[in-house]
């Protein structure tokens, strides 16, 4: 499965954007993961096949993950935006397989089958 990301940007504080991850085929565990200048991989919000979410404390209430299945496709929906969510935004996906929710929810970025090239978000104060 290859995953393709789209919908980034540049906006000013207490912003939104809405960013969007392309995926070839059907998967099982997909998530949002974004990465600062001189940062690891931080993990912001994960979705599996059956609907159930988790968030990153610093993005919750201000972000929404969701999916449309029938399109193979995952949102990322960021409201409130602040200076700190100025990163690079990877969407990460695995095909179907009995990994679980507790594998989903804490997988590292590099544990992903499926990595996107990123898309540049930047929030201006």
């Known amino acids: 499965v290859q995953v393709t990301e789209s919908g980034g940007g540049s906006v000013q504080e207490g912003g939104s954007l809405e960013l969007s991850c392309a995926a070839s085929g059907r998967t099982d565990c997909m998530a949002w993961f974004r990465q600062a200048p001189g940062k690891e991989h931080e993990g912001v919000a994960q979705?599996?096949?059956?609907?159930?979410?988790n968030y990153a404390n610093s993005v919750k209430g201000r972000f929404t993950i969701s999916q449309d299945s029938a399109k193979h496709t995952l949102y990322l929906k960021m409201t409130n935006l602040q200076p700190g969510d100025t990163a690079t935004y990877y969407c990460?996906?695995?095909?179907?397989?009995?990994?679980?929710?507790?594998?989903?929810?804490?997988?590292?970025?590099?544990?992903?089958?499926?990595r996107g090239q990123g898309t540049q978000v930047t929030i201006s104060s």
């Open positions: 990460a996906a695995d095909p179907p397989a009995d990994n679980g929710v507790e594998w989903c929810f804490n997988a590292d970025f590099s544990e992903f089958t499926s």
């Open positions: 979705i599996i096949e059956n609907g159930i979410t």
